[in-house]
Nanobody, 116 residues
C-alpha cells in the first residue's frame, strides 16, 4: 500500500523556520522524483521544489529560492523541505508528491501558517 505522510507543519511567525518531512512507503522511493507543492486558499496548487531520485538535482519556484531547501534520505524513504525566512505568503497546505513516468502519488497535506 502506497503512503506519503507529511508532517512538520504548524504556525510560525514571519521570519521563522519550519522543516517539513514526508515519509514514503509502498514503492521504490529512490526511483521517484519527489516534489513539494503548496495550495493557498482560493489559489491553484503550485510546485515549490523538486529533487531527483538520487538527490543530484534540485529546482525551486522563484519565490522560495534561497529560502527553502529540498533534500531526501533514501535510506529512510523520506523527503524534507527546510523552510527559512518564512513570509505570510508562504501560508498554504503543503503536499508531498512522488512521480515516476505516469505514476503519481500524493500525500494528504500539512498546513503551514505564517502569522504574527
Amino acid at each position: 500500500q502506497v503512503q506519503l505522510v507529511e508532517s512538520g507543519g504548524g504556525l510560525v511567525q514571519p521570519g521563522g523556520s519550519l522543516r517539513l518531512s514526508c515519509a514514503a512507503s509502498g514503492f521504490t522511493f529512490s526511483c521517484y522524483v519527489m516534489r513539494w507543492y503548496r495550495q493557498a486558499p482560493g489559489e491553484e496548487r503550485e510546485l515549490v521544489a523538486a529533487i531527483t531520485g538520487a538527490g543530484e538535482s534540485t529546482n525551486y519556484e522563484d519565490s522560495v529560492k534561497g529560502r527553502f531547501t529540498i533534500s531526501r534520505d533514501n535510506a529512510k524513504n523520506t523527503v524534507y523541505l527546510q523552510m527559512d525566512s518564512l513570509k505570510s505568503e508562504d501560508t498554504a497546505v503543503y503536499y508531498c508528491n512522488a512521480q515516476l513516468a505516469t505514476i503519481d502519488y500524493w500525500g494528504q497535506g500539512t498546513q503551514v501558517t505564517i502569522s504574527s
